[in-house]
């Protein structure tokens, strides 16, 4: 039962350095989201997909980039890393939007930007 | 826009006693309501969820009930344990909509 597992678990990077962060699930869900988690703020939405090849700003977009080139797969992506984005993201999946739909979460990534 | 409101932690409590972590919210319409917990070094994980007015959820012993009226969400739980200490989100989604918003987050720290 893997649901949904992220890479790499723990990143530091420099300033100004660009990193792709991974998150791949395997319950066939058409749903994925980005998250950013920052205390005292809970979770902020970066980005999300409703599907295969689509892509939309959450609350919280700027300064990352995300594509999903195939349904299993949502990539984040940082060009130019700020310490601003220090954080713990989340990804996560869910099957549909309805009210019973449950979102499943990976274990995180901690990300520092020094 | 919409909103989830928590009350600040961290909350302490000894073992055995009775547990209350407020939630509000702000929306237009009738979102589903959810609680999430985190576990130290975990990713989030369903507990509990109400999808209506007047529904109770309710898992491992807590419960919540969702109140229109108040437009409340107040987790309870009547006996807390050690292994209960993590972080509580509170969180809506709409019917139409694909996003959770969280609230804050409580911390709880349960001692023996």
């Known amino acids: 039962n893997a649901g949904v597992t992220q890479t790499p678990k723990f990143r530091v990077l420099k300033t100004g350095q660009s990193m792709t962060l991974l998150c791949a699930q395997d319950m066939n869900h058409e749903y994925m989201y980005w998250y950013r988690q920052d205390p005292g703020m809970g979770l902020r939405l970066i980005h999300y997909s409703v599907g295969e090849g689509t892509t939309a700003k959450g609350e919280v977009p700027d300064g990352y980039n995300v594509s999903r080139l195939k349904k299993q797969n949502f990539l984040l992506g940082l060009e130019s890393a700020a310490p601003s984005q220090t954080s713990v993201y989340f990804c996560?999946?869910?099957?549909?939007?309805?009210?019973?739909?449950?979102?499943?979460f990976g274990q995180g990534t901690r990300l520092t930007v020094v | 826009g919409d909103s989830v409101t928590q009350m600040e932690g961290p909350v302490t409590l000894s073992e055995e006693a009775f547990l209350t972590i407020n939630c509000t919210y702000t929306a237009t319409g009738y979102p589903s309501l959810f609680w999430y917990v985190q576990y130290p070094g975990e990713g989030l994980q369903l507990l509990l969820k109400?999808?209506?007015?007047?529904d109770k959820g309710s898992n491992k012993g807590f419960e919540a009930t969702y109140r229109k009226e108040t437009t409340s969400f107040h987790l309870e739980k009547g006996s807390v344990q050690v292994s209960d200490s993590a972080v509580y989100f509170c969180a809506l989604r709409f019917n139409a909509g694909n996003m959770l918003t969280f609230g804050g987050g409580t911390r709880l720290m349960v001692k023996p």
């Open positions: 996560a999946s869910s099957y549909h939007g309805g009210p019973v739909g449950e979102a499943f």
């Open positions: 109400a999808t209506k007015a007047d």
